[in-house]
C-alpha cells in the first residue's frame, strides 16, 4: 500500500475551495463533504479539472502538471484522469453547450496515452 493512500482524499478541490490570506499564504480548505479514506494526491488531479479546461491561468496549471508528474507515475494516474474525465465531459454534455464538450475532451486528450 503506498503510503498516501491512507489519507483524506478531497474529491473536490478546487480554487473555490482553498482560502488564501492576502500575502499568499494557504489559510484553509473547505467543502470536506465528500472527502473520504483514499490516495490524497487524488486531490492533484482534481485540482487540475478545475474548469472549464480553460479556466486555470497558465502558471497556475503548469505548476500543477508539475506536481502531478512529480508524485503519480502514469500508471497511477490513468484511473484518476479516466474518472474525472468521465465525470466532466458528462457534466459538460448534459449542462452546456457543445463547444465546451469539445474543450472538455481536447483536454483531456492531453494525458490520454
Do not use: C, K
Not at 20 to 34: K, N, P, S
Not at 44 to 64: E, K, N, S, T
Request: charged share 25%; aromatic share 10%; proline share 7%.
Amino acid at each position: 500500500m503506498l503510503p498516501w493512500a491512507d489519507f483524506p482524499a478531497h474529491v473536490d478541490y478546487h480554487p473555490g475551495n482553498v482560502l488564501v490570506g492576502e500575502d499568499g499564504t494557504l489559510t484553509g480548505i473547505v467543502d470536506w463533504i465528500g472527502a473520504a479514506r483514499g490516495d490524497a494526491r487524488f486531490a492533484i488531479v482534481v485540482m487540475r479539472f478545475a474548469g472549464p479546461p480553460d479556466r486555470l491561468q497558465d502558471d497556475v496549471a503548469r505548476h500543477i502538471d508539475q506536481a502531478l508528474d512529480e508524485q503519480l507515475t502514469s500508471d497511477e494516474l490513468r484511473p484518476y484522469w479516466a474518472v474525472l474525465s468521465l465525470r466532466l465531459v458528462d457534466w459538460s454534455i448534459r449542462h452546456f453547450p457543445d463547444p465546451l464538450t469539445e474543450r472538455w475532451l481536447d483536454f483531456v486528450e492531453t494525458r490520454i496515452d
